[in-house]
């Protein structure tokens, strides 16, 4: 039997860095921030998505 592992993808420092300031400006309510920086990480192929459960990314081309 054949089993298939997911592989949780991760991120260059800088990007992680930029998802963790989005995060912040989320919770502290600074809408146009959050704005900007889901702009910059698109910039670098980072889609981001709000969920009840906190912000997702995932690559996109």
């Not at 592992?5 to 995060?23: N, V």
């Not at 910059?40 to 980072?46: G, P, T, V, W």
């Amino acid at each position: 039997m054949l089993g298939v592992l997911e592989q949780e993808e991760s991120l260059p420092k800088e990007l992680e860095l930029l998802l963790k300031e989005r995060e912040t400006a989320r919770n502290t309510k600074q809408w146009e921030r959050a704005d900007e920086l889901r702009d910059e990480l698109k910039k670098h192929n980072i889609a981001v998505e709000d969920t009840p459960h906190g912000q997702r990314w995932k690559r996109i081309l």
